[in-house]
């Protein structure tokens, strides 16, 4: 629903926008991301040169001390639920039709192309970067996958996608019930435990998610530093 303030002082107008208050953070957001992408490019190159590190090793072992087939359910389906890109994928349609239907265009067009966008570039990092994943002769494997393992595609499109979909929350239900504010906390869990739950099922080492959080962190924030860009420039 459309926002309308009486403005006796004449007050811009795009003060009462909902996302008005976020734009004041512009340059906050556009110097986090390019840090968060500066430290990024270093730790692709150390990976490049390691495939495998004693740090990253004793921190899989410490993750995978405590077995139990609870964890070992629980992180499959935090893995699943949290960062499938195909799933995440089919939830997309519908998230970005539904913003297109309520007249939020702009906001469609974000979420689809900063997640397809994010996609598109891990492919082409895990190709540079050309790091195996953890073998089975090192760690305990839950579940096998192939491709490379640098940078974790999961805990990417899990920021992408629930970081996207929790910062459109925060900026369009000010205002709201405390109820529906509430259903904000539900993606945090997801972003959280997305890394550690990988690092668990042996699908990836530390250094893999920590580059994924790096990258996955710098660009949500190019992406909403430009998407309140352009709600300022009346897009």
Same mark, same amino acid.
């Given at each position: 629903?459309?926002?309308?303030?009486?403005?006796?002082?004449?007050?811009?107008?795009?003060?009462?926008?909902?996302?008005? @208050?976020? *734009?004041?953070?512009?340059? &906050?957001?556009?110097?986090?991301?390019?840090?968060? !992408?500066? %430290?990024?490019? /270093? #730790? +692709?190159?150390?990976?490049?040169?390691?495939?495998?590190?004693?740090?990253?090793?004793?921190?899989?072992?410490?993750?995978?001390?405590?077995?139990?087939?609870?964890?070992? @359910?629980? *992180?499959?389906?935090?893995? &699943?639920?949290?960062?499938?890109?195909?799933?995440? !994928?089919? %939830?997309?349609? /519908? #998230? +970005?039709?539904?913003?297109?239907?309520?007249?939020?265009?702009?906001?469609?067009?974000?979420?689809?192309?900063?997640?397809?966008?994010?996609?598109?570039?891990?492919?082409?990092?895990?190709?540079?970067?050309?790091?195996?994943?953890?073998?089975?002769?090192?760690?305990?494997?839950?579940?096998?996958?192939?491709?490379?393992?640098?940078?974790?595609?999961?805990?990417?499109?899990?920021?992408?996608?629930?970081?996207?979909?929790?910062?459109?929350?925060?900026?369009?239900?000010?205002?709201?019930?405390?109820?529906?504010?509430?259903?904000?906390?539900?993606?945090?869990?997801?972003?959280?435990?997305?890394?550690?739950?990988?690092?668990?099922?042996?699908?990836?080492?530390?250094?893999?998610?920590?580059?994924?959080?790096?990258?996955?962190?710098?660009?949500?924030?190019?992406?909403?530093?430009?998407?309140?860009?352009?709600?300022?420039?009346?897009?």
């Amino acid at each position: 629903m459309a926002h309308f303030c009486t403005n006796p002082c004449r007050i811009p107008l795009s003060s009462c926008k909902p996302w008005y @208050r976020w *734009a004041t953070f512009l340059g &906050f957001l556009f110097l986090f991301s390019i840090c968060q !992408l500066a %430290l990024f490019v /270093p #730790l +692709a190159r150390w990976a490049h040169k390691h495939p495998v590190d004693s740090i990253d090793l004793a921190i899989t072992h410490a993750f995978q001390k405590k077995h139990s087939p609870f964890l070992v @359910r629980l *992180a499959l389906v935090i893995n &699943f639920i949290g960062g499938s890109p195909r799933l995440l !994928l089919v %939830l997309l349609i /519908p #998230l +970005a039709l539904f913003f297109w239907k309520v007249h939020l265009r702009l906001e469609a067009v974000r979420v689809t192309v900063t997640y397809m966008a994010s996609e598109l570039i891990v492919l082409l990092v895990k190709h540079f970067v050309n790091r195996p994943r953890p073998s089975p002769h090192l760690v305990h494997i839950y579940h096998p996958r192939s491709g490379k393992s640098f940078p974790s595609g999961n805990v990417v499109a899990s920021m992408t996608f629930w970081g996207t979909l929790l910062i459109q929350g925060m900026i369009h239900l000010r205002g709201k019930p405390v109820w529906q504010k509430a259903l904000l906390a539900l993606p945090v869990p997801f972003i959280v435990l997305i890394g550690p739950a990988r690092i668990y099922l042996g699908d990836h080492w530390a250094s893999d998610v920590l580059g994924s959080y790096l990258f996955g962190s710098g660009w949500f924030g190019l992406s909403l530093a430009l998407y309140l860009r352009l709600k300022k420039e009346g897009v």
